[in-house]
């Protein structure tokens, strides 16, 4: 499918520009509340998910329990944290659907907790989103662009499938199939080691997602193997960091679409989490479908390196360094910056190192190659093909940038296929 065209997708009440946010939470345009405290669920593939609210409903009242426990084998009632994130304890119920084994993660949306569903006798992932007015709106947001792409994506195999979700006790619940770990996670168990080059893959879009990165892309399977890092071969074979992880799958799918949206041609305002951010967002210019495809361009080069292409967090010193790796930002850009962005040009070019905040900025500037040199220190074969790839995803001007049907026809990925 192609990124670069405006999905057909009933969502009418994306099309509002949200004020300014934060990484992974925001305000975003009223969604009307799902009743406080009963199991509020959706017709999600044919699966029927709601339930009588004598069955479920435990929101609470002090009168509904009894002896430290609520009715229907729930917990007792608890108090939010300061934050608003629920408080549980493993062995819990959650609904007397579910029950907490494990907890997987944490962010500012919430938490995600691994849960036995009793109903399909499997294991589950539920994100609990934080009883925040805004965090709960955008999960009603995230859940309907879930519910929508499930039906175009019949197969299951491009995004996270959604099972259920539910409101309970002031937080929604959005109950996914259970996957593997996401490929930040797995490189930072890797020791931050490049995956090899075979196991790379790209994504399939067809809204704007705007939050690409590694966190939100994961393996569907958990399982590895380990194989000798044969550039540590100097270690000593019972030295743990000898050995490098490897994914038995290289199969990924897409998570987190609370900030996905429609195209638009006034959309300006801040999106992606930095190190992903494209240029045309720094400087002001408008964005659409290639913002996501720079996203990937990063993602990609991470994924060799084991390290994220961009660290910084100021916008002049990522933009130098997005100089120092892919060359100078054309002047068509940079003429057209908008307000905000005006400090950081001078006359008609990017105000470096004259602008630079620190030494140590223009250190970490200076420090980085160019993305050719960057990509043949961790490749060993289809060096050719990447650079080329990463240089079509990472063109400055989003007109000229590959699209991702072009990706998708890309020879590094055709003869990677020819090859197996």
């Not at 944290?81 to 304890?89: E, L, R, V």
């Not at 989103?129 to 491009?158: C, F, P």
């Not at 490098?244 to 998570?255: D, E, G, M």
Request: a positive charge; charged letters at 30%.
């Amino acid at each position: 499918m192609e990124m670069e065209r405006v999905a057909d997708i009933p969502l009418t009440h994306l099309d509002r520009r949200p004020r300014k946010r934060a990484r992974l939470g925001w305000d975003v345009p009223y969604v009307p509340k799902a009743q406080v405290g009963i199991f509020c669920g959706q017709e999600v593939e044919n699966l029927a998910s709601y339930a009588s609210a004598g069955a479920i409903s435990d929101h609470t009242t002090n009168s509904q329990i009894v002896k430290g426990e609520a009715r229907n084998g729930s917990p007792p009632w608890r108090e939010d944290d300061k934050d608003g994130h629920y408080m549980f304890a493993l062995g819990e119920n959650l609904t007397p659907r579910y029950k907490i084994k494990s907890k997987m993660g944490e962010g500012t949306f919430g938490q995600v907790l691994e849960c036995w569903d009793r109903e399909r006798k499997e294991m589950v992932a539920i994100k609990i989103v934080r009883g925040v007015k805004k965090y709960r709106e955008a999960a009603m947001i995230e859940i309907e662009v879930l519910q929508q792409l499930g039906k175009h994506d019949k197969g299951g195999n491009r995004c996270v499938q959604i099972r259920n979700w539910f409101d309970y006790r002031n937080h929604i619940c959005i109950v996914f199939e259970k996957l593997g770990p996401s490929l930040y996670d797995f490189l930072r168990k890797n020791n931050y080691r490049s995956f090899p080059i075979d196991l790379v893959l790209m994504h399939d879009m067809r809204l704007i997602h705007t939050d690409l990165k590694p966190e939100n892309i994961l393996l569907v399977s958990p399982d590895y193997v380990k194989l000798p890092d044969y550039k540590n071969s100097s270690r000593s074979p019972r030295d743990s960091s000898y050995f490098k992880r490897v994914p038995k799958s290289s199969a990924v799918k897409v998570i987190d679409f609370g900030s996905t949206t429609y195209e638009r041609p006034d959309q300006t305002y801040i999106v992606s989490t930095r190190h992903y951010r494209a240029p045309e967002v720094i400087l002001g210019l408008g964005w659409s479908y290639p913002c996501d495809v720079w996203s990937v361009g990063c993602i990609l080069v991470e994924l060799c390196t084991g390290e994220a292409l961009f660290q910084t967090h100021e916008n002049l010193e990522h933009l130098a360094m997005m100089e120092r790796v892919l060359g100078p930002l054309p002047q068509s850009m940079l003429k057209k910056v908008d307000r905000h962005a005006e400090k950081y040009v001078r006359r008609g070019r990017l105000d470096w190192p004259d602008g630079a905040t620190s030494r140590e900025s223009i250190k970490a500037v200076m420090k980085l190659p160019r993305l050719q040199n960057l990509v043949m220190q961790h490749v060993d074969h289809s060096a050719g093909d990447l650079i080329h790839l990463l240089q079509g995803l990472l063109k400055y001007d989003p007109l000229d940038r590959l699209t991702a049907r072009e990706t998708l026809r890309h020879p590094f990925f055709t003869k990677d296929r020819l090859r197996r």
